[in-house]
Nanobody, 113 residues
Framework: QVQLVESGGGLVQAGGSLRLSCAAS????????MGWYRQAPGKQRELVAS???????NYADSVKGRFTISRNNVRNTVYLQMNSLKPEDTAVYYC???????WGKGTLVTVSS
């Protein structure tokens, strides 16, 4: 079955950086577009970055220029490099394959001011 395991979250000061990883299994990773989503307390889950199977990327306006999504099809892993973090980036971050409906447990990112 599809498994998505996010890691790399933590507590960081504003202006700092984190790199999130999502290890995927149970489907043909190389053929699937992938997305990173986040859900802040009291807010709806939102898509912040996506990458197609061919490597094209797209970003929410709120993270454009600060976050970079990438993928390694050998390791079946998608990454989210987050720079210049802001307190409003605080959320649980999830990855998802666009070819399916499964979610991982997420990884918590907390940015202190």
């Amino acid at each position: 079955q599809v498994q998505l395991v996010e890691s790399g979250g933590g507590l960081v000061q504003a202006g700092g950086s984190l790199r999130l990883s999502c290890a995927a299994s149970g489907f043909t990773f190389s053929s699937s577009g992938m997305g990173w989503y986040r859900q802040a307390p009291g807010k709806q889950r939102e898509l912040v970055a996506s990458i197609t199977s061919g490597g094209s990327t797209n970003y929410a306006d709120s993270v454009k220029g600060r976050f970079t999504i990438s993928r390694n099809n050998v390791r079946n892993t998608v990454y989210l490099q987050m720079n210049s973090l802001k307190p409003e980036d605080t959320a649980v971050y999830y990855c998802k394959a666009f070819s399916g409906t499964s979610w991982g447990k997420g990884t918590l990112v907390t940015v202190s001011s």
